[in-house]
């Protein structure tokens, strides 16, 4: 079963604009984990995030983490055609055992 | 970085037959490999845990008479869809866990595309 849902489902943008994409999940977790998945692809490791942590950095990648919220967000900075994809949050409870949100479909226009 | 190779990447079989998908960790050694199926525009659904030596981990809800897993060494597991029906049809794919620290990287394969004729 699904960990959470991601919002929105879909996001359409223009290039240079900024997309923030949220994930909630239901249980207490070790870390949570963002992955992007270019169409019938394999999945890309963005970044993890400690149970511990709040917020996170990577290049143009920045993740929040709300642990009393159980919810997480991935915020995307000037957007690049290239950053179409889908992305997927990701929680472990222990271990490498992942559970994956429901996804948000980006897409960013030229 | 570490590679994680799944094949083939698509197979086509006819209804009632069985295909088998490799999963190999190529510059590591994985102790754990999972599979997850995911159906077009949907998630990621865990379906096993593989465990080098030992039998796998099965979510609730799936067969393991149907859906067989051998993780024989520390690089290689694979999945076998057992008498396969259309609705098998589904992008499978394979992730290896590297080391023993937590958290540990895990790396994903590029998937393999079954259908089922």
């Known amino acids: 079963s699904q960990q959470g849902e991601e919002d929105p489902q879909a996001l359409s943008i223009q290039e240079g604009e900024n997309a923030t994409m949220n994930c909630s999940y239901k249980?207490?977790?070790?870390?949570l984990q963002w992955y992007r998945q270019n169409s019938g692809r394999g999945l890309v490791h963005l970044i993890l995030i400690r149970s511990n942590e709040r917020e996170k950095h990577s290049g143009r990648l920045r993740v929040t983490l709300d642990t009393s919220k159980k919810s997480s967000s991935l915020l995307i900075t000037a957007s690049r055609a290239a950053d179409t994809a889908s992305y997927f949050c990701a929680t472990a409870t222990s271990g490498s055992r992942l559970t994956f949100g429901e996804g948000t479909q980006l897409t960013v226009n030229p | 970085g570490a590679v994680v190779s799944q094949h083939p990447s698509r197979v086509i079989c006819k209804s009632g037959t069985s295909v088998k998908i490799e999963c190999r960790s190529l510059?590591?050694?994985?102790?754990?490999m999972f599979w997850y199926r995911q159906f077009p525009k949907q998630s990621l659904m865990l379906m096993a845990t593989?465990?080098?030596?030992?039998?796998?981990?099965?979510e609730q809800g799936v067969e393991k008479d149907k859906f067989l897993i051998n993780h024989a060494s520390l690089t290689l597991s694979t999945l076998t869809v057992t008498s396969a029906h259309p609705e098998d049809s589904s992008f499978y794919i394979c992730?290896?866990?590297?080391?023993?620290?937590?958290?540990?990287?895990?790396?994903f394969g590029e998937g393999s595309w079954l259908t089922v004729v």
């Open positions: 249980t207490s977790i070790n870390n």
């Open positions: 593989s465990n080098e030596g030992s039998k796998a981990t099965y």
């Open positions: 510059d590591f050694q994985a102790t754990t």
């Open positions: 992730s290896a866990a590297a080391g023993t620290g937590d958290p540990n990287t895990i790396y």
